[in-house]
Protein backbone atom coordinates (compact mmCIF):
# COMPACT_ATOMS: atom_id res chain seq x y z
CA UNK A 1 0.00 0.00 0.00
CA UNK A 2 1.56 3.10 -1.24
CA UNK A 3 0.28 7.19 -0.08
CA UNK A 4 1.21 8.12 -3.50
CA UNK A 5 -0.83 10.94 -4.78
CA UNK A 6 -2.32 10.83 -8.31
CA UNK A 7 -1.60 14.07 -10.58
CA UNK A 8 -5.33 15.20 -9.83
CA UNK A 9 -4.74 15.46 -6.01
CA UNK A 10 -1.69 16.83 -6.78
CA UNK A 11 -2.86 19.60 -9.07
CA UNK A 12 -5.83 19.82 -6.69
CA UNK A 13 -3.49 20.56 -3.41
CA UNK A 14 -1.04 22.96 -5.65
CA UNK A 15 -4.69 25.09 -6.72
CA UNK A 16 -5.50 24.98 -2.74
CA UNK A 17 -2.11 26.03 -1.91
CA UNK A 18 -1.89 28.68 -4.27
CA UNK A 19 -5.44 30.23 -3.43
CA UNK A 20 -4.60 30.33 0.49
CA UNK A 21 -1.23 32.10 -0.18
CA UNK A 22 -2.86 34.82 -2.59
CA UNK A 23 -5.56 35.05 0.67
CA UNK A 24 -2.86 35.37 2.97
CA UNK A 25 -1.38 38.30 0.94
CA UNK A 26 -4.28 39.83 0.41
CA UNK A 27 -4.48 40.16 3.67
CA UNK A 28 -1.06 41.45 4.35
CA UNK A 29 -1.79 44.51 1.69
CA UNK A 30 -4.49 45.20 3.76
CA UNK A 31 -2.98 45.24 7.00
CA UNK A 32 -0.06 47.11 5.66
CA UNK A 33 -1.46 49.53 4.14
CA UNK A 34 -0.92 53.05 4.74
CA UNK A 35 -4.51 54.21 5.64
CA UNK A 36 -4.58 51.13 7.96
CA UNK A 37 -1.70 51.44 9.49
CA UNK A 38 -2.57 54.98 10.60
CA UNK A 39 -5.77 54.29 11.34
CA UNK A 40 -4.62 51.83 14.22
CA UNK A 41 -2.09 54.19 15.40
CA UNK A 42 -4.49 56.65 15.66
CA UNK A 43 -6.97 54.06 17.74
CA UNK A 44 -4.31 53.44 20.03
CA UNK A 45 -3.20 56.75 20.30
CA UNK A 46 -7.41 57.65 21.18
CA UNK A 47 -7.21 54.34 23.71
CA UNK A 48 -4.18 55.80 25.51
CA UNK A 49 -5.80 59.73 25.84
CA UNK A 50 -8.82 57.75 27.00
CA UNK A 51 -7.56 55.73 29.53
CA UNK A 52 -5.01 58.87 31.16
CA UNK A 53 -8.31 61.00 30.57
CA UNK A 54 -10.02 58.33 32.86
CA UNK A 55 -7.03 57.95 35.20
CA UNK A 56 -6.87 61.62 35.72
CA UNK A 57 -10.42 62.33 35.74
CA UNK A 58 -10.60 59.21 38.69
CA UNK A 59 -7.41 61.08 40.72
CA UNK A 60 -9.23 64.16 40.84
CA UNK A 61 -12.52 63.16 41.43
CA UNK A 62 -10.68 61.21 44.79
CA UNK A 63 -8.98 64.48 45.24
CA UNK A 64 -11.86 66.39 45.36
CA UNK A 65 -14.31 64.22 47.41
CA UNK A 66 -11.13 63.89 50.26
CA UNK A 67 -10.94 67.63 50.67
CA UNK A 68 -14.64 67.90 50.64
CA UNK A 69 -14.59 65.28 53.62
CA UNK A 70 -12.22 68.14 55.24
CA UNK A 71 -15.19 70.83 55.37
CA UNK A 72 -18.59 68.99 54.41
CA UNK A 73 -19.79 65.92 56.96
CA UNK A 74 -21.46 63.29 56.27
CA UNK A 75 -24.84 64.52 56.02
CA UNK A 76 -23.91 67.74 54.03
CA UNK A 77 -23.46 70.21 56.44
CA UNK A 78 -20.17 72.54 56.96
CA UNK A 79 -17.80 71.74 59.75
CA UNK A 80 -17.21 75.39 60.76
CA UNK A 81 -14.45 74.48 62.81
CA UNK A 82 -12.03 73.76 59.83
CA UNK A 83 -14.00 76.41 57.23
CA UNK A 84 -13.69 79.03 59.07
CA UNK A 85 -10.12 79.34 59.49
CA UNK A 86 -9.56 78.54 55.70
CA UNK A 87 -11.87 81.55 54.97
CA UNK A 88 -10.12 83.62 57.15
CA UNK A 89 -6.67 83.03 55.82
CA UNK A 90 -8.28 83.92 52.11
CA UNK A 91 -9.78 87.08 53.22
CA UNK A 92 -6.20 87.55 54.65
CA UNK A 93 -4.42 86.69 51.68
CA UNK A 94 -6.93 88.42 49.23
CA UNK A 95 -6.17 91.56 51.62
CA UNK A 96 -2.58 91.58 51.13
CA UNK A 97 -2.38 91.01 47.55
CA UNK A 98 -5.02 94.36 46.97
CA UNK A 99 -2.89 95.90 49.79
CA UNK A 100 0.22 94.98 47.79
CA UNK A 101 -1.29 95.63 44.19
CA UNK A 102 -2.21 99.23 45.80
CA UNK A 103 1.46 99.70 46.82
CA UNK A 104 3.07 99.40 43.50
CA UNK A 105 0.28 101.63 41.56
CA UNK A 106 1.66 104.34 43.98
Known amino acids: MSDARTPAQI ?3 IVRRRDQLAETLDEI ?9 IGDAKARVASAVDQ ?5 FVAVNRTVSDIKAQFVTEKGSPRLERVIPVALLAV ?13 RA
Open 29 to 37: GVRMHPKTV
Open 52 to 56: TAGRA
Open 92 to 104: GLVSLLAVSARRR
Open 11 to 13: EAD
